[in-house]
């Protein structure tokens, strides 16, 4: 029996009109990823992946194809992920605990029960003792951290990352890279991870799809057979991550640049 | 703003005692602050003194009153409970269209921003009313609503709307799209996108709005009251024109002063709060 799909994307293409040229981002893309899933895409800039993760959102619609996300067709904003992207949207105006709170504020969730939720959360991604702090007091690495704990408190079953470490230092990229493949082992939530950081997709991921310059089609899908747990920090120094660098390296090579010509 | 709470920066037994610097710095701040109070004091007994001295005597009384009399005609005003009267009618005015001229404003703004087409569409009219002198609007306001406040009510919230409607408009159009997309994958309706994003975020915009549309609110209110009306500062105020009564225009005047001060220091106040919610990254 064939394990239950999460998100199936079939014969999908998007058009953009953009200053009167219209534009193929996406062309003929089809893809299946599992329930409980960690599936990275790679390619050049443009090359249309993070569009194919807002259309999974909901927030962008596709031209033609199909998306089904749990067996329904995706058909407006899909409230049953969660997004995550590079510009951290979280709140300035709010402080860390009541960014946190807000997905159950909106959902009503009683006071009482969404304090306690939001403890846990806090305690989940390392943030005791700045709960009353407001984001422009914290460390890029720390709103990181609150826009990750704003996300999983309503238990999304997938969480869809758009370059989430792009702005980060090696170091702390390292750091929160380990802690989010802490919080999937724990939670095997369905992971979408867009990067262009090769190295970042094979670290994390069960499957790495690598697209085409513009327009982005699926290139190649490989799956990353390096054992769990996996040590982020030392990952790289293995056979097994050479190896599968320098093969899919060698792939994305070719299509680096393409994106950007047009 | 401080950053996140850390330990004390010098331990113990550490060679700067910081405790007597802070005590060191602190005589000076007050004496600085308790001069400039001196020299407001100074300032404003010369002016009352030379005010007594031409009054009456280099000018005749009847062009500029004496301090005296102008403090003898606020003194049976204040004591007749008249001044009161009429500054509660001018404040209830004032109050009253600001908020009115406040929520349409915000309602409008925030709605236009929704409809960029519409927005666009309803520009030129929109500016082409902007561009009326909105005091203009009186004779017609009192026409419609009568002499009484209703007619100042609208003037005034007339006023305050187009100064407030461009800035929560452009607040809420500027809102990242990022914030409301985030906000609707947690599944938030318009109405929760309004009040948790788009006010929030355009509290600033709408806020400097107010700073300017505050003050003309005041002057809508009087100048409303001076062209028709039987209550209100601006009653008092061509009342005692009517009568030659140079003293009792400049307690008027004198009263609409201290109402902008009080104004102005209460905005400052709420500036504080409001500064919070703005981007401070």
Known sequence: MKPPQAIQVRDVYKWFISKNSEVLALEDVSLDIGVGDFVSFVG?????????????????QVTAGTIHYH?????????RVGYIT???????????????????????????????????????????????????????????RVGLARTLIYNPEALLLDEPFGALDAQLTLTLQDELLRIWEMTRTTMVFVTHDLGEAIAL??????????????????????????????????QR?????EELWASLKEEVGKGEEL | MTGPTSPPLVKTGAAIDLEALRRASLPSFYERHLKIQLYRLILVLCL?????????????????????????????????????????????????????????????????????????????????????????????????????????IALVAVVVFFLVFFNAF????????IYLDTMRLMGASQWDLFRKVTLPHSAGWIFVGLRFALPRALIAAVVGEIISSN??????????GGMFDVAGIFVAVGVLALVGVLMNMGLNRLEEITNRYRFLD
Not at chain 1, 71 to 79: D, H, I, P, S
Not at chain 2, 170 to 177: C, F, I, P, S
Request: aromatic share 10%.
């Open chain 1, 44 to 60: 050049p800039s443009g090359c249309g992946k993070s569009t194919l993760l807002n259309m999974i959102a909901g927030l962008q």
């Open chain 1, 71 to 79: 067996g329904r067709e995706v058909e407006g904003v899909n409230t």
């Open chain 1, 86 to 144: 590079q510009h951290d949207s979280i709140f300035p105006w709010r402080t860390v605990e009541s960014n946190i709170e807000l997905a159950l504020e909106l959902k009503k969730v009683p006071k009482p029960d969404r304090a306690a939720r939001v403890k846990e959360m806090i305690k989940l991604v390392g943030l005791e003792g700045f709960e009353k702090s407001y984001p422009s007091q914290l460390s890029g690495g720390m709103r990181k």
């Open chain 1, 205 to 238: 991921s069960n499957k790495v799809v690598v697209f085409t310059g513009r327009p982005g089609r699926i290139k190649l899908i490989r799956e990353i057979d390096i054992p769990r747990p996996r040590d982020v920090f030392r990952i790289r120094f293995s």
């Open chain 1, 241 to 245: 991550f050479g190896d599968l660098y």
């Open chain 2, 48 to 152: 009352l003194s030379a005010w007594q001295l031409v009054s009456g005597r280099l000018i005749p009384a009847n062009w500029i009153a004496s301090p005296e009399m102008v403090a003898r005609t606020a003194w049976g005003w204040i004591s007749s409970g008249i001044l009161f009267f009429h500054l509660r009618v001018t404040f209830l005015e004032m109050i009253a269209g600001a908020l009115i001229g406040t929520s349409l404003a915000i309602a409008t703004g925030f709605s236009l921003s929704l409809s960029p087409l519409l927005a666009e569409a309803l520009m030129p009219y929109i500016s082409a009313f902007y561009g009326i002198p909105r005091i203009a609007l009186a004779p017609l306001f009192v026409i419609w609503f009568g002499i009484g406040i209703t007619s100042k």
């Open chain 2, 170 to 177: 452009v607040g809420a159009r500027n809102v990242d799209r």
């Open chain 2, 231 to 240: 209550r209100g500062l601006g009653y008092l105020l061509e009342q005692s």
